[in-house]
């Protein structure tokens, strides 16, 4: 008979994901692990079946319809089928919700968190509407505006599908992507305006060219009041919702859908704001400042994201290699694919620790029972987290899908779509350069580098085993000569200091990854897990520092000239 190959399938995600069970039982008070373990074991065996679905409907895309049968301008979006489940299991799990229902305090973030890395890649990129939204209530309730607080916060974080909304972000102009402060959004204030019956509106004019989720029934977004000043000092922060009370858009012209890479679910829009009313979410000016609680937030979610891809495509690939036989034996008995799947399998490992790090540190600090520390390291640690992370994302899910040769490139094993949904990541929420010019920043203004070396040698001084101690001096070293070349680069200005900016930023995020790591370690050993040793091992093989025998600014311009 002719042979079929048998193609990869999926478990009950939590139920066979060690690494999330073991970081669980370590970082939980039992009785909230306890709590919440259904609710995983329900998603882990949910997002099996939405797997199934993205299979099946791997062809439905997201359209405008701009007009309706009687010619009237509609701008509807319409979106997938999976994205229509996915936001109703969404509400009803509290993927939004969670944190700020704070049923576990610190640990709602953790628990959240858990249930977005199961949910993610099952989603078709839903994500990205629920850590707007997540942001957008976080933005509005530390700016305590009242109002706008009653208003949106209990259908942002509603567990109804019938009542919850999402919101959108809308920053980006054609003008520029990092650089906000370019942006020519002009808002002009009315007599009289109101949004949803909440006086003081302003009318806002001009061109979004990049808003994703645009299908959502609000946005926060930047817009320079007529009188302010050039620059993003200028620029004000902006509460919309897309649709007035009988239904038509608020002044918002869909032009069309963006045509990605990936992310091809989510309806990226070009908009044109044509008196779309808007309120100030907190006085006028300062608005760049202002995003920092939704990009804190969006950058977690980030993150947590890039883990479970790189999950998801460990999960797909491990067992492939058990069905898939090449020259007499399973993959997953020839050395070569072994050591390939456990170098991926370390950098997920180290990845995760980081990522659900930043979450534990986002719970303590919202519920007010964050040391100094704590506070102070999740400022520095959020940004080099998300670079750090993203990176590792595409990296590993590439690696991942090679693993299925030619199966891999082909689309309708749905492996492509992962490997081009992941590419985004380090993009969304701030490019690696951007970020990595902000720890430097932050390393400059809040005493950044202590932090992280405070963290790295809280984690590794008092390790036990030998091995793990040694490995751990290695991170102590590390984080050490990293300080070393910052001090070096500065004598020699800031150009050289930027010019090794990203070397710099993703030393600092390994170092940390190979020190949450080692701490996992020594926890796992005494409940008979070796696992996530040889992980920390093999992790630290790779290398973790790449500052080392570097060109100088001058020499980078000629090799690349």
């Given at each position: 008979m002719p042979f079929f190959q048998d193609p990869p399938r999926l478990d009950n995600q939590y139920r066979t994901d060690d690494v999330l069970k073991s970081h669980l039982r370590r970082t939980l008070p039992a009785e909230v692990h306890e709590s919440i373990e259904p609710e995983l074991e329900e998603m882990g065996a949910l997002t099996v079946d939405l797997h199934r679905e993205q299979l099946a409907t791997r062809e439905e895309e997201p359209r405008v319809v701009a007009w309706d049968a009687w010619g009237h301008r509609v701008d509807r979006v319409e979106v997938t089928s999976l994205w229509r489940r996915a936001a109703t299991i969404a509400a009803?799990?509290?993927?939004?919700?969670?944190?700020?229902?704070?049923?576990?305090?610190?640990?709602?973030?953790?628990?959240?968190?858990?249930?977005?890395?199961?949910?993610?890649?099952?989603?078709?990129?839903?994500?990205?509407?629920?850590?707007?939204?997540?942001?957008?209530?976080?933005?509005?309730?530390?700016?305590?505006?009242?109002?706008?607080?009653?208003?949106?916060?209990?259908?942002?974080?509603?567990?109804?599908?019938?009542?919850?909304?999402?919101?959108?972000?809308?920053?980006?102009?054609?003008?520029?992507?990092?650089?906000?402060?370019?942006?020519?959004?002009?808002?002009?204030?009315t007599e009289g305006g109101k949004v949803a019956g909440l006086p003081g509106a302003y009318r806002l004019h001009g061109t979004k060219w990049f808003t994703s989720a645009v299908s959502s029934e609000m946005a926060l977004t930047l817009a320079r009041p007529e009188g302010e000043p050039e620059g993003g000092r200028g620029l004000t922060l902006f509460y919309l919702e897309t649709h007035d009370e009988a239904g038509a858009l608020n002044g918002i012209q869909v032009n069309r859908l963006k045509d990605?890479?990936?992310?091809?679910?989510?309806?990226?829009?070009?908009?044109?704001?044509?008196?779309?009313?808007?309120?100030?979410?907190?006085?006028?000016?300062?608005?760049?400042?202002?995003?920092?609680?939704?990009?804190?937030?969006?950058?977690?979610?980030?993150?947590?994201?890039?883990?479970?891809?790189?999950?998801?495509?460990?999960?797909?690939?491990?067992?492939?290699?058990?069905?898939?036989?090449?020259?007499?034996?399973?993959?997953?008995?020839?050395?070569?694919h072994v050591d390939t799947l456990a170098g991926l399998q370390a950098e997920f490992e180290a990845a995760f620790g980081l990522a659900f790090r930043v979450a534990q540190l986002l719970g303590a600090v919202e519920s007010d029972e964050a040391s100094k520390h704590e506070a102070r390291l999740l400022r520095a640690l959020t940004p080099i987290a998300k670079l750090t992370t993203a990176k590792q994302a595409v990296s590993v899910v590439s690696e991942a899908i090679e693993c299925f040769g030619g199966a891999g490139y082909v689309e309708d094993t749905g492996l492509p779509t992962l490997l081009r949904d992941a590419q985004v990541l380090p993009i969304w929420e701030g490019t690696t350069n951007v970020l990595s010019l902000d720890v430097l920043r932050a390393v400059a203004r809040d005493g950044a580098m202590e932090a992280f070396e405070e963290e790295v040698t809280a984690l590794t001084s008092l390790l036990q085993q030998p091995r793990l101690a040694d490995l751990g001096r290695h991170a102590r070293t590390t984080m050490a000569q990293a300080r070393g070349w910052l001090a070096d680069t500065s004598r020699r200005g800031l150009l050289e200091t930027e010019g090794g900016a990203r070397r710099f930023a993703l030393t600092i995020g390994r170092t940390l990854e190979l020190a949450l790591l080692l701490r996992h370690a020594e926890w796992a050993q005494t409940q008979g897990n070796v696992r996530p040793t040889l992980a920390a091992r093999r992790f630290a093989a790779h290398g973790v520092s790449l500052l080392g025998d570097e060109l100088s600014l001058s020499e980078a311009r000629l090799l690349v000239t």
């Open positions: 009803e799990k509290g993927l939004v919700a969670i944190p700020y229902e704070r049923a576990n305090g610190r640990h709602s973030r953790t628990h959240q968190f858990a249930l977005v890395y199961l949910f993610g890649p099952s989603s078709d990129v839903y994500t990205c509407p629920l850590a707007m939204t997540d942001g957008a209530a976080r933005t509005l309730v530390e700016h305590r505006n009242g109002a706008l607080v009653d208003r949106a916060v209990p259908r942002l974080t509603s567990r109804n599908p019938r009542r919850a909304w999402t919101s959108g972000q809308w920053m980006t102009e054609r003008t520029g992507g990092s650089d906000v402060g370019l942006s020519e959004t002009i808002a002009k204030p990605k890479l990936g992310t091809r679910k989510v309806p990226t829009a070009e908009l044109t704001l044509d008196g779309a009313l808007a309120l100030p979410v907190t006085g006028i000016g300062s608005g760049i400042r202002n995003i920092a609680p939704m990009l804190n937030v969006t950058r977690t979610w980030n993150a947590i994201c890039s883990i479970g891809f790189m999950r998801r495509g460990l999960a797909l690939a491990r067992d492939y290699a058990r069905r898939r036989a090449q020259f007499g034996a399973p993959l997953s008995e020839k050395p070569l």
